[in-house]
């Protein structure tokens, strides 16, 4: 497939920003989430309004960039393709390849420009240099492929197979089957293929198997974490760096503190002081490869400064370390529901029930005057774990939605206004 598939949730709030030469489009992710898909996508839309002469796109992780690796060499190549007065387009991706590149955007943006720049580090803007250009930019984070996304981009090329396969099956006329039928042909449960290969977009397009997919995670996460953490940070005790990546991904959904990382390496004849441990996943946090999710006192409406949870930028990560576990599911699917919360623009908390009830509401998701509750189960095996996971919610008296979201297919009930819901359809909705 030539033509990268449409990601609206993401175009549509970085359009909103086009023409506003001020401010500099900062568009950051995990490795191989789709930022320069998404770039490409963004390219397609400026063309409806300027032609191809005033856009000017470079990707530096490309060859034929490999010489221009320095602020003043990228200034220089920019500048010489601008030969009019018109506003030309900058697109520039992996920016943090080139050195001290602030200079040089920092320079652009004084011309008639509008300028994109994608990079794989959260903290892109946070050196010295972009001091240059702070207040000057607006940021975007690119998350691999949601479950909706996942089936979108698993359609799309499936279609393209078909028509492939047999040009005369080209759907552009009407007749008694329809994409979507041809499609569902070849649908046996995108949910569990989701949860078992993950959301980058590489594995949605062309059909692997369950090892194969694993394969190429691995070769992403073993990239990202060697370029953007281990060289970036020049980190120098790796093997150290790899046993806190295990635990954490080990521990997706409970609560961790550096002292909790500190024993479990003492504990598998290891070490490493606090301040290490923190720096390190500082450098994962910044890598977008893990989020830092803190405790919000509910009762008290106050954040709590102890105990933070760890989320992944794709729940296929965690695969990369020991394989699929069943009994690590609760916090894959924890992951899935807290990404998905993310994407449509949540900030996210893990809930405590108040000062002296010890009770935790696994999410609560904030987006301007807009709230809700979310509790997630793999399944109600019993009394007690409907009422575990139900009767949080139900002493939380305000009007937010409060979902109790499951694996378990029979669960469909509003219980005194707390919705239990299946995976599938809390992802699929269109408003929560």
Known sequence: MNNPIERKIYTDRIKGFFNKRDLIKVITGVRRSGKSEILKLLKGEVLKITDEQHIIFANFEEAEFSNILTYKKLHDYVTDKMTDDKRYYI?????????????????????????????????????????????????????????????????????AEIEAFNPKTRLDIADDISKSKL??????????????????????????????????????????????????????????????????YDNVGSLITLRRISDYLKSN??????????????????????????????????????????????????????????????????????????????????????????????????????????QVCTAFSSNEVIDREFNPLLDIKDNYPKYVVTLDKYWQENKNGVVGIHLKDFLLKEVL
Not at 110 to 139: C, H, K, M, P, W
Not at 349 to 367: H, L, Q, S, T, W
Request: with cysteine; charged share 25%; hydrophobic share 40%.
């Open 183 to 248: 499609v569902a042909i070849s649908v046996v449960d995108d949910l569990d293929e989701y949860i078992q290969i993950g959301g980058f977009p590489l594995l949605s397009t062309t059909q692997f198997s369950t090892e194969q997919a694993r394969q190429l995670v691995l070769d992403i996460h073993s990239s990202a974490v060697l370029k953007d953490v281990v060289a970036r940070n020049k980190v120098k005790n790796v093997p150290l760096l790899e046993k806190i990546i295990a635990f954490v």
């Open 91 to 159: 697109f520039l991706d992996e920016i943090q390849m080139v050195k001290d590149w602030e200079r040089a955007v920092n320079s652009l943006r004084l011309r008639n420009t509008d300028i994109f720049v994608t990079g794989s580090n959260s903290q892109l803007l946070s050196g010295e240099l972009a001091t240059l250009i702070a207040g000057r930019y607006v940021s975007f984070e690119i998350n691999p492929l949601s479950y909706e996304e996942f089936v979108k981009f698993r359609q799309e090329s499936r279609v």
């Open 269 to 374: 004849s290891g070490s490493g002081d606090l301040e290490t441990i923190g720096n390190y996943i500082r450098y994962l946090e910044n890598a977008c490869i893990i989020r830092k999710v803190s405790r919000y006192d509910i009762k008290g409406k106050e954040l709590l400064k102890s105990n933070d949870k760890y989320y992944l930028a794709d729940h296929s990560l965690q695969y990369t370390i020991g394989g699929f576990k069943r009994t690590n599911l609760p916090g894959i699917l924890e992951n899935i529901v807290y990404n998905e919360l993310i994407r449509r623009g949540y900030k996210v908390y893990v809930g405590k029930m108040g000062k002296d009830d010890n009770r935790e509401i696994d999410f609560v998701a904030e987006k301007l005057s807009e709230k809700i509750y979310v």
